[in-house]
């Protein structure tokens, strides 16, 4: 159960989705970096409601490099091994963009979804200084765990250092399992967005972290998901 927590950032409070990544972005203020560089406004017209599933063409590619990864032979590690710090994300489509940003890319790698070497994850790991920071996340190859994953955040409850809640979001006839957390002690927000593709026993996860409040009360729950809905509809 650890593993699955670390694997999909339902204890929060210490790891973020992609496992335990090289920043800390919920427990540590936004990213910050003097960078000038104009916003890049987002574009996307892309308008929820067509069945959605997850590309053959990501799982195979995570598939076929994860044998190759340094994390494949680390199955009790949650760690993900970043091989390529600025590697093109092997989940290709239109990179979400939100409150009008382009992120930056901070890494991509695998790590184990479980004990065994059948489950892994892929990550591709972004940040926008001074706003946010954020990943997209493939879990395949363990249905198990997959399984598991989905419930342990279906279970998230709230604590002393976080408030949590969990509901589906609908758009048009797809679901998306959301989960929104916000920091009161170290005041920041992150929406953790989930899709299950059932056919592939595969999730794809977005998690949006560091979020300042104004930020994070204008996205909301439904736009989040919106954000991962979109990108899918780009793969397509």
């Not at 990544?21 to 987002?42: F, G, K, S, Y």
């Not at 977005?206 to 439904?222: I, P, T, V, W």
């Amino acid at each position: 159960m650890r593993r699955l927590l670390c694997a999909l950032a339902a204890c929060a409070a210490t790891v973020s989705l992609s496992g335990c990544t090289m920043v800390n972005h919920l427990l540590h203020p936004p990213i910050t970096d003097t960078d000038d560089t104009p916003a890049t406004e987002n574009t996307s017209t892309v308008v929820g409601g067509a069945s959605r599933s997850i590309p053959q063409a990501w799982l195979d590619a995570t598939a076929e490099g994860w044998p190759s990864s340094e994390a494949y032979s680390k199955p009790y590690d949650p760690i993900t091994s970043y091989s390529d710090a600025n590697g093109t994300c092997l989940l290709d489509g239109d990179l979400p963009t939100p409150f009008g940003t382009t992120p930056r890319s901070f890494g991509t790698g695998w790590g184990s979804l479980d004990t065994d070497k059948e489950g892994y994850r892929y990550s591709c790991e972004y940040y926008t200084p001074g706003r946010y920071a954020t990943s997209l996340v493939l879990m395949a190859g363990n249905a198990d765990a997959v399984d598991e994953a989905i419930t342990t955040v279906k279970n998230t409850t709230s604590d002393s250092v976080q408030d949590n809640s969990v509901e589906t979001v609908e758009i048009g006839d797809v679901s998306y399992l959301v989960l929104t957390t916000w920091f009161p002690t170290n005041p920041q927000g992150k929406y953790l967005v989930l899709f299950h593709d059932e056919a592939a026993d595969a999730i794809v996860a977005y998690d949006l972290n560091s979020l300042e409040k104004a930020d994070f009360e204008e996205l909301g729950a439904e736009g989040a998901a919106q954000l991962l809905d979109d990108f899918l509809a780009s793969a397509q």
